[in-house]
């Protein structure tokens, strides 16, 4: 099976191609490679159909499966959708039954509280994922001061949720978990002793004596409850010289990342990824919240009713395809994994060429404005993103690591209500005129969105927005993981 995968033509062409890039030190660099994504992606594509034809349980029951080689996105758009529910329910016919598990992890990755997926993991897609990785950042650092560093990275994961760290860092690194037991955490200061200790070493790597350079941390709000550990200590994480923090597993706010930034006089960089999915989306470099996707996967925006492709700068779900040979233990086809975004068309400002997204939220933190205006607001939702931006600036809310929150409809009323944390609540004129400034912000974001999709209609629009303040803690579990 295995040499069947190093032996595929595909393969052998995909390896060649990144080490010529890597090796090429010509000016058009990044063009070439990005124009070369969309190709390879649609072969690749090819090649993930005809595997999973014949080789994944799940797919080779369906019958006249489809495999034409010129309509091969049509061949993909009549596969069916693809939910955590249905991997529950049928695990073992999305793996393919002919790997042996040497080579193999498993990881549950941050799926769900209650019911973990397991995640197998091949060295071979490990390697091929991390090779992706760096020529990404390869190819940014030509035109933007994102280059990556090679250096020793720390690695920050909960202690509870894991069964095994992400092994497809190409860099050195070493993986320190942390046990947060909301809201006891804080007083785990074991922990906190270990990781200093591990920051303030140095290590014998290639006949030289190095110190930890960057930092990768899953989900971002563990670097909260760390840096604020050492804040209380006295120490200003400064001293530790981190030269790059880089976030996945959640999203990071624009408050939080200037505060993060701040703290440790360090590059912050927030990736956005699925564990199950393998393969990370890059952050723009000039755009925060933008993900770039390279060649590993295959993405479609999707509208949530009828589950047909939106236009540029619309909105809808995310379906996310794996391509072969970067996930072929378990691949998934036309996965949704509950995030809502934008699509962003394939040539973006800081030179990327390809498939690109912006997020909006998780399914269950967003809330469809159909509801309000069905001509106006078709495909067009409030998420995460847009809260964060409309409280930015707003100090006494919660806001690190991020606002807590919930949106509400109330059709009786016609309107959304916004409920959120807020540090202290004195039922005064100031209160109100705050509520009145959010809700004007989450409503003029609304009127930015309608430009983007070049909806310049007269009707008159009324802002929809209700503004609702709660005191710390009392509107959600705030460290949860998972939708
Ligand atoms: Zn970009």
């Known amino acids: 099976m295995l040499k069947e995968i190093h032996h595929n033509h595909i393969v052998r062409r995909m390896i060649e191609t990144i080490k010529t890039l890597k090796s090429s030190s010509t000016a058009n660099f990044p063009d070439k490679f990005f124009t070369l994504d969309e190709k390879m992606r649609c072969e690749l594509l090819q090649e993930t159909l005809k595997y999973i034809s014949n080789q994944i349980p799940f797919y080779k029951t369906l019958s006249n499966f489809p495999n034409d080689e010129n309509e091969v996105l049509n061949s993909l758009r009549m596969l069916p959708l693809l939910e955590r529910k249905h991997v529950y329910e049928n695990h073992n016919s999305f793996v393919n039954p002919n790997i042996l598990p040497d080579n193999i ?7 769900d509280l209650k019911r973990r997926m397991i995640i197998p993991r091949h060295k071979l897609e490990q390697q091929m994922c ?48 942390i046990d947060y037991d909301f809201p006891k955490y804080r007083t785990r200061s074991d922990y906190y002793d270990y990781i200093i200790q591990l920051l303030n070493s140095s290590y014998p790597i290639q006949g030289e004596y190095k110190r930890i350079e960057k930092l990768h941390v899953t989900p971002p709000f563990l670097i909260d409850i760390f840096t604020r550990e050492l804040l209380d200590r006295g120490i200003h994480p400064s001293v530790f010289n981190i030269k ?59 509208d949530t009713k009828s589950n047909q492709e939106v236009e540029d700068y619309q909105e809808g779900k995310l379906v996310v395809t794996t391509l072969f040979p970067f996930q072929f233990v378990q691949p998934f086809i036309r996965y949704f994994m509950g995030d809502y975004v934008r ?14 997204i912006e997020w909006i939220g998780r399914q269950n933190h967003c809330i469809s404005l159909e509801c309000i205006n069905p001509n106006l607001y078709k495909k ?23 606002p807590i929150f919930r949106l509400d409809y109330s059709p009786n009323k016609d309107m ?3 409920s959120i944390e807020k540090s202290l609540i004195i039922d005064d004129e100031e209160n109100k005129k705050q509520a ?34 709660f005191t710390k803690g009392s509107l959600n579990e705030p460290y949860f993981i998972g939708t």
């Open 380 to 402: 067009m939702f409030i998420g995460t993103i847009d809260v964060y931006e409309a409280l930015e600036t707003e100090n006494d809310i919660v806001q690190i690591p991020f």
């Open 416 to 418: 959304i209500t916004l």
């Open 343 to 356: 699509k962003i068309p394939k040539n973006c400002e800081c030179g990327f060429i390809g498939q690109s």
């Open 244 to 302: 790059k923090i880089t976030c996945t597993g959640g999203v990071v706010s624009t408050f939080f990342r200037k505060w993060l930034k701040k703290q440790w006089n360090a590059q912050i960089i927030c990736n956005f990824s699925h564990t199950e999915a393998k393969i990370s989306y890059f952050e723009c470099p000039n755009t925060p919240n933008r993900y770039h996707s390279i060649i590993g996967n295959y993405l479609e925006v999707l």
């Open 130 to 177: 991390a090779q992706l990785e760096e020529l990404y950042l390869l190819c940014i650092g030509k035109s933007t001061p994102l280059k990556s560093s090679n250096g020793l990275t720390l690695r920050l994961i909960p202690a509870m949720r894991r069964m095994f760290g992400s092994s497809s860092n190409t860099d050195l690194s070493i993986t320190a978990m």
């Open 105 to 111: 992890q498993c990881t549950s990755g941050t799926t």
């Open 436 to 469: 009145e400034r959010i809700s004007n912000k989450l409503f003029e974001n609304l009127r930015m969105k309608l430009k983007l999709i070049n909806c310049t209609s007269e009707i008159k629009i009324e802002n929809p927005f209700y503004v609702k303040f």
